[in-house]
C-alpha cells in the first residue's frame, strides 16, 4: 500500500470495510448463523490481506448476511435501529470483540514493558561499566601517589617511655572518674561522711602516727654533743636535772619534786621525765635503792608539752649502753643490764632488794599504746657504787599506784575516762 494513493485513502476514509454498530443491532436480533459468521469474518481477512500485501484494486463488494437482513427490514424498523432509544444491549459478536480487545491491550503492555526492562537495565549497565572504567583508571593513580609519599618510619618505644604513657594514660581515666564522681549529688554527703571518719581515726590514733614518725626520724637530730660525754666524776656540770641517753639522742629534763600519784606525774611529763619515787624504790642519783624515772614514747597531740615522744625510741636500747644522769651539779654513769615488759598494775616490779645504786626508766609499749609497760634497769657504774649513800626510809603506803602511762585517747575521753 502506497500513503500517496488518493484512491486508497479515499477507501480508507469514505468507505470502511468494517460494518458499524448500527448495522449489526435491530429490534429483534437475527438468529446466529454459524455459516455467516464465518462468512464475514472471511470478507475482513480478505480485506486486511490486501491491504498489506499492497494491493490496490477495490475489491468487489459482498452482500454478507447482516447486509441483506439490514435490506429486508422496512423503513420503521429501519428508523427504530437507529434510533439510540430503541437499541438494545445485544451486539453480534460480543464475546470475540471482548476478547480480541483483551489481547490487543496485554500485546501492548507486555511491549511496553520489556521495552522500558530492557532500557534501564542498559542505562543501568552503563553506569556501572563507567564506574567499573573509573576505579580502574584511579587504583594505578592511589598507588603512584602511595608510592610518591614518604612512608613514616617505624618507633620503637622504649620501657621508659612506654611506662610513661601508660601512667599517663592511667592518670587521665582516674582525673575522668573523679570528674565523675565531683559530679554526683551523692558526692557531698560521701565527702562529709569520709571526712568525719578520716577526723574520728586521728582523734583515736594520731600518738601512733607521730610516735613512729618521730621514732624514724629521730637518729636524724642527734647532737654531737650529746654523743661524746665525759663519764668522769670530777666533770663539772650544771646543776640543773638532766637525763642524757646518746644512743637514741634523749637530752631532757628531770623532774624530782613530784608525788607518784597519776595526775601529779603526768603534769610533771609535760616539763620532761618525772621521779616515780614509791615505798621500796625512792632512791636518787647517789644513793643506794632503784631510782625510778618515767616518759612518754606518745601521747596525744591536743596533749601539752614538748616531750611527748622523748622514749619513742627506748626498746632501741641493749645491755652495755650507758645512761648518764646530771644530779646535784654531779654526773652519774649507768650501764644496761636488763629490758623487762609488764603490766601497768606490776608496780611489784620496781621493788626489791639491793646493796647497788639503781636507775630504771619506765615509758608504754608497744610504741603509741599505752597496754603495757617497758623497763629498761642499769646499774651505776660511776662514781663508785661503793660510796653511794643509803636512801631515805619511807613508810609502806596502803593506796594503791598504777605506773604511769599515756593520757587517755578520745574515745577514753569521750566516754569519760580519766586514765590510760
Same mark, same amino acid.
Given at each position: 500500500?502506497?500513503?500517496?494513493?488518493?484512491?486508497?485513502?479515499?477507501?480508507?476514509?469514505?468507505?470502511?470495510?468494517?460494518?458499524?454498530?448500527?448495522?449489526?443491532?435491530?429490534?429483534?436480533?437475527?438468529?446466529?448463523?454459524?455459516?455467516?459468521?464465518?462468512?464475514?469474518?472471511?470478507?475482513?481477512?480478505?480485506?486486511?490481506?490486501?491491504?498489506?500485501?499492497?494491493?490496490?484494486?477495490?475489491?468487489?463488494?459482498?452482500?454478507?448476511?447482516?447486509?441483506?437482513?439490514?435490506?429486508?427490514?422496512?423503513?420503521?424498523?429501519?428508523?427504530? &435501529?437507529?434510533?439510540?432509544? @430503541?437499541?438494545?444491549?445485544?451486539? $453480534?459478536? %460480543? =464475546? !470475540?470483540?471482548?476478547?480480541?480487545?483483551?489481547?490487543?491491550?496485554?500485546?501492548?503492555?507486555?511491549?511496553?514493558?520489556?521495552?522500558?526492562?530492557?532500557?534501564?537495565?542498559?542505562?543501568?549497565?552503563? &553506569?556501572?561499566?563507567?564506574? @567499573?572504567?573509573?576505579?580502574?583508571? $584511579?587504583? %594505578? =593513580? !592511589?598507588?603512584?601517589?602511595?608510592?610518591?609519599?614518604?612512608?613514616?618510619?617505624?618507633?620503637?618505644?622504649?620501657?621508659?617511655?612506654?611506662?610513661?604513657?601508660?601512667?599517663?594514660?592511667?592518670?587521665?581515666?582516674?582525673?575522668?572518674?573523679?570528674?565523675?564522681?565531683?559530679?554526683?549529688?551523692?558526692?557531698?554527703?560521701?565527702?562529709?561522711?569520709?571526712?568525719?571518719?578520716?577526723?574520728?581515726?586521728?582523734?583515736?590514733?594520731?600518738?601512733?602516727?607521730?610516735?613512729?614518725?618521730?621514732?624514724?626520724?629521730?637518729?636524724?637530730?642527734?647532737?654531737?654533743?650529746?654523743?661524746?660525754?665525759?663519764?668522769?666524776?670530777?666533770?663539772?656540770?650544771?646543776?640543773?636535772?638532766?637525763?642524757?641517753?646518746?644512743?637514741?639522742?634523749?637530752?631532757?629534763?628531770?623532774?624530782?619534786?613530784?608525788?607518784?600519784?597519776?595526775?601529779?606525774?603526768?603534769?610533771?611529763?609535760?616539763?620532761?621525765?618525772?621521779?616515780?619515787?614509791?615505798?621500796?624504790?625512792?632512791?636518787?642519783?647517789?644513793?643506794?635503792?632503784?631510782?625510778?624515772?618515767?616518759?612518754?614514747?606518745?601521747?596525744?597531740?591536743?596533749?601539752?608539752?614538748?616531750?611527748?615522744?622523748?622514749?619513742?625510741?627506748?626498746?632501741?636500747?641493749?645491755?652495755?649502753?650507758?645512761?648518764?644522769?646530771?644530779?646535784?651539779?654531779?654526773?652519774?654513769?649507768?650501764?644496761?643490764?636488763?629490758?623487762?615488759?609488764?603490766?601497768?598494775?606490776?608496780?611489784?616490779?620496781?621493788?626489791?632488794?639491793?646493796?647497788?645504786?639503781?636507775?630504771?626508766?619506765?615509758?608504754?609499749?608497744?610504741?603509741?599504746?599505752?597496754?603495757?609497760?617497758?623497763?629498761?634497769?642499769?646499774?651505776?657504774?660511776?662514781?663508785?657504787?661503793?660510796?653511794?649513800?643509803?636512801?631515805?626510809?619511807?613508810?609502806?603506803?596502803?593506796?594503791?599506784?598504777?605506773?604511769?602511762?599515756?593520757?587517755?585517747?578520745?574515745?577514753?575521753?569521750?566516754?569519760?575516762?580519766?586514765?590510760?
Amino acid at each position: 500500500m502506497r500513503p500517496d494513493d488518493p484512491n486508497q485513502q479515499q477507501r480508507r476514509v469514505g468507505a470502511p470495510l468494517i460494518p458499524q454498530r448500527s448495522l449489526l443491532q435491530s429490534q429483534t436480533p437475527p438468529s446466529r448463523d454459524t455459516n455467516a459468521s464465518a462468512a464475514a469474518a472471511n470478507v475482513v481477512r480478505n480485506q486486511l490481506d490486501n491491504i498489506y500485501d499492497g494491493h490496490t484494486s477495490t475489491p468487489t463488494p459482498q452482500t454478507t448476511p447482516v447486509e441483506q437482513h439490514a435490506a429486508q427490514q422496512t423503513p420503521q424498523q429501519s428508523i427504530a &435501529a437507529d434510533s439510540p432509544y @430503541e437499541r438494545t444491549h445485544t451486539t $453480534a459478536h %460480543p =464475546a !470475540a470483540q471482548s476478547d480480541q480487545w483483551k489481547q490487543y491491550h496485554s500485546a501492548w503492555q507486555d511491549y511496553y514493558q520489556k521495552y522500558y526492562e530492557r532500557y534501564y537495565v542498559g542505562e543501568v549497565y552503563k &553506569a556501572q561499566k563507567a564506574l @567499573e572504567d573509573q576505579a580502574k583508571e $584511579a587504583v %594505578p =593513580a !592511589a598507588a603512584a601517589i602511595a608510592a610518591e609519599k614518604p612512608q613514616p618510619a617505624h618507633e620503637e618505644f622504649t620501657k621508659d617511655e612506654a611506662m610513661y604513657d601508660l601512667r599517663k594514660k592511667l592518670l587521665g581515666n582516674i582525673q575522668e572518674s573523679a570528674k565523675k564522681v565531683r559530679k554526683s549529688r551523692h558526692f557531698v554527703p560521701i565527702t562529709a561522711a569520709a571526712c568525719v571518719v578520716v577526723l574520728f581515726l586521728f582523734l583515736q590514733y594520731n600518738r601512733i602516727l607521730f610516735a613512729n614518725v618521730h621514732a624514724y626520724i629521730s637518729p636524724g637530730n642527734i647532737d654531737p654533743v650529746n654523743i661524746i660525754v665525759d663519764p668522769s666524776e670530777t666533770v663539772a656540770v650544771s646543776p640543773e636535772p638532766k637525763l642524757i641517753i646518746p644512743k637514741i639522742n634523749v637530752d631532757v629534763p628531770v623532774v624530782y619534786d613530784v608525788t607518784p600519784d597519776y595526775d601529779a606525774q603526768m603534769r610533771a611529763m609535760e616539763s620532761g621525765v618525772a621521779w616515780f619515787g614509791i615505798p621500796g624504790a625512792n632512791s636518787k642519783p647517789g644513793q643506794v635503792g632503784n631510782t625510778v624515772l618515767s616518759g612518754h614514747s606518745s601521747n596525744d597531740v591536743i596533749d601539752r608539752g614538748e616531750y611527748k615522744f622523748i622514749f619513742a625510741r627506748l626498746e632501741h636500747m641493749q645491755e652495755g649502753d650507758l645512761i648518764y644522769v646530771n644530779y646535784q651539779s654531779k654526773r652519774y654513769t649507768y650501764s644496761v643490764t636488763r629490758k623487762e615488759v609488764v603490766k601497768p598494775t606490776e608496780v611489784s616490779k620496781l621493788v626489791y632488794e639491793t646493796d647497788k645504786p639503781v636507775l630504771t626508766l619506765i615509758t608504754c609499749t608497744p610504741l603509741g599504746t599505752s597496754l603495757n609497760r617497758l623497763l629498761v634497769t642499769a646499774e651505776q657504774i660511776s662514781p663508785s657504787p661503793s660510796e653511794a649513800q643509803s636512801a631515805p626510809a619511807t613508810s609502806a603506803s596502803t593506796e594503791p599506784v598504777k605506773i604511769p602511762g599515756n593520757s587517755p585517747t578520745f574515745l577514753q575521753r569521750l566516754f569519760g575516762a580519766t586514765e590510760n
